[in-house]
């Protein structure tokens, strides 16, 4: 075969089986769903003023990020300030700012977006290249190392730019990320020069700037970039390049890998572009293989929050069941990860559980990245401090601020979806929204208290009598299931605590209606009509949860989870203290209103044995007092503090003083 047609010949082999998807069900776009949920709304709000207002703040004036673009304008020789991918920061914050436009739309904020916009344009490059760290520096040596984030800067240029077109229809950020990516496509695939990039995150933008604009190539370059991966050790290199190859999740073939490594955030911006590509493609390889992969996160390398990556060393993973508390490296942008992997996951397969996983990394580990204040954030999310720990208002590695931003702004992404005349609620957030399915349109509302309370009431509005399948999510935690895979599991009756589980009943038109359960929904398909009401509670009891044996630190120690919230001990609600108590068996656990500044939340109190130190300084004194514990999310508002997430059941596990 001659090489000259080798890349159109591959082009209409990925375009053709871009005509096959194996996606089960599409999410709505968030721009299409109102969020008006007692916990989420205040949420969204807050990112809409507080934190786009602080990575503003960060961005233009504390730091030198938009300065540098401005240089690059002005070509006359000035140095460049920062690190080699702040550029990235500039984007993800414009994409949160580009979400926020949808929810809470302001000429403030459009006019900053113009402004940020116009002088990333004028850093471009005549041939289409944007980089601030090389340009500045005037190097030449554009595309030689992989490590230094050329690409994954661009990923999320990519992002920002689809995010904005689809915000206010406006090409010109969308044509600077047309430009880079001709100029990127001309330089690398089939037959061209080889690359693996550092930080991934080019593969799933690519897809999304194929699904804006239809172009072929884009896809076609995002599953070649994916394909680059794994050759190195089939080239001769030797096993010692393993711990780098590893590192960047390109020891095997994509196809072919069964476990995860290396960098956690890296891993998870793949796999969401792999899912991505095999959405578009039809290609089960990808599947088959991210399946693999998640097992080996979720059964072995999850923390209970959902939160991932227990490493500080590599920010990511090292073995099986390694998962200390106090040393949890869990970056937020992993957490943030998992919500993106996960709902891909979801959508290509139809299965509640990957749903049931994003609402864990979602309500604990992701969300514990945001400061109740919404200007204060978390890099890393430990499960217990000695009162080492506090949140920040900035790093010098600033990815988790803008990227929490992006995924709280954009939450209405993940609360429903719609397949074949079917429609599915993933999560029960209150909202309302609308759905055109082949008889015609229909609106649908949701009531509720979650996560404090299980009553979800949905309106279901149909212009005409429809007839279609209505899928409900049962979270896991109802079912008695921690998270697939058995990592965690919850402590039965017989073992001393309260933990019990139930069959949701729902009432159509306060009567009893009949459902079947598949892939973890509760599935009811009938004639619906305008005016339908659906009513269910899924139980809000207290679970305790163990962890498995191999997971060594959590061993003789016990967790808390509510609905799906884990929860944790604070000083702040305990006399300062969070390591002098013991939670035995028979404790009682009983929920309380309760208030974390002007956050309410629902806290758990319970009578245990708390240890201190006599007056005499000698001796330790056992006494029972009410303890409290609140959710994870909400620590650490309060200055610095004691805090353990997994709490012990012994008194050889206490710590009264260090």
């Not at 992701?366 to 790093?395: C, I, K, M, T």
């Not at 909202?431 to 509720?448: H, Q």
């Amino acid at each position: 075969m001659r090489k000259g047609i080798l890349v159109p010949l591959l082009a209409i082999a990925v375009a053709a089986q871009a005509q096959t998807s194996l996606k089960q069900f599409e999410f709505v776009n968030f721009s299409q769903v109102n969020v008006t949920d007692q916990f989420w709304k205040p949420k969204i709000d807050k990112v809409a003023t507080k934190t786009l207002d602080a990575c503003i703040y960060q961005t233009e004036t504390a730091t030198p990020r938009i300065r540098n673009f401005e240089r690059v304008a002005r070509a006359k020789g000035e140095e460049h300030e920062g690190i080699f991918y702040d550029d990235s920061d500039v984007f993800k914050a414009l994409e949160a700012m580009a979400y926020s436009l949808k929810t809470h739309p302001s000429e403030a904020m459009e006019k900053k977006c113009d402004e940020w916009i116009e002088k990333i344009a004028s850093a471009q490059q005549p041939d289409g290249y944007l980089n601030t760290w090389y340009t500045l520096k005037g190097l030449q040596d554009r595309y030689t190392d992989m490590s230094m984030h050329e690409d994954y800067n661009a990923g999320h240029m990519i992002e920002a730019g689809v995010a904005y077109y689809n915000a206010t229809g406006k090409r010109k950020l969308l044509d600077v990320c047309i430009k880079w990516a001709d100029h990127f496509g001309a330089i690398f695939g089939p037959g061209k020069k080889h690359w693996v990039t550092g930080h991934q995150e080019l593969e799933l933008a690519l897809v999304k700037l194929y699904k804006i604009t239809n172009n072929i190539a884009y896809l076609n370059l995002s599953d070649w970039l994916l394909s680059e991966r794994g050759k190195k050790l089939a080239k001769g290199y030797t096993w010692t390049d393993w711990k780098d190859t590893a590192y960047a999740q390109d020891v095997l073939p994509v196809k072919e890998q069964k476990e995860i490594t290396g960098h956690a955030v890296r891993a998870m911006y793949m796999y969401t572009g792999a899912a991505d590509v095999a959405a578009q493609t039809g290609d089960t390889a990808y599947l088959k293989a991210m399946r693999t992969v998640w097992e080996d996160v979720v059964y072995r390398n999850m923390y209970i929050t959902g939160g991932i990556g227990s490493a500080g060393s590599n920010e990511g993973f090292s073995v099986d069941y390694d998962l200390p508390n106090e040393q949890a490296y869990c970056e937020t942008c992993a957490s943030v990860g998992m919500v993106f992997w996960n709902q891909r996951m979801s959508a290509l397969t139809g299965n509640a559980e990957y749903m049931d996983v994003l609402e864990r990394s979602l309500y604990n580990g992701a969300l514990d990245g945001l400061s109740l204040s919404g200007d204060r954030f978390f890099y890393g999310n430990p499960l217990a401090s000695r009162g080492q720990h506090q949140r920040r208002e900035w790093f010098g590695t600033a990815c988790c601020p803008a990227n929490i931003a992006r995924l709280v702004a954009s939450l209405g992404n993940y609360i429903y979806a719609f397949g074949d005349n079917s429609v599915y609620v993933n999560l029960y957030v209150g909202s309302n929204t609308s759905f055109n399915l082949k008889n015609g349109p229909v609106g649908l509302k949701m009531e509720t208290n979650y996560p404090w309370e299980g009553k979800v009431k949905i309106s279901i509005d149909p212009v005409k009598k429809s007839n279609f399948s209505l899928h409900l999510r049962v979270p896991g935690w109802v079912q008695r299931e921690v998270a697939p895979g058995g990592l965690y599991a919850m402590l039965p009756v017989s073992e001393g605590f309260e933990s019990v589980s139930s069959t949701s009943i729902v009432k159509l038109n306060g009567k009893e209606i009949k459902y079947k359960i598949e892939n973890g929904y509760m599935v009811m398909a009938q004639d619906w009509r305008k005016g339908d009401q659906l009513e269910f509670e899924f139980p809000m009891e207290v679970k305790i949860i163990k962890a498995r044996t191999e997971v060594k630190q959590d061993q003789g120690r016990i967790a808390i989870q509510r609905g799906p919230l884990v929860y944790c001990v604070e000083g702040a609600d305990n006399n300062g203290k969070a390591w002098n108590m013991i939670v035995p068996k028979n404790t009682k656990f009983e929920s309380i209103d309760y208030k974390v500044l002007d956050e309410y939340v629902k806290a758990i109190t319970a009578e245990v044995p708390v240890v201190t130190v006599g007056e005499d300084g000698q001796s330790l004194i056992t006494e029972k007092k009410k303890i409290i514990a609140i959710p994870y999310y909400a620590w650490a508002n309060r200055g610095k503090n004691e805090m353990q997430l997994w709490l012990p059941t012994r008194i050889n596990e206490v710590k009264v003083n260090y």
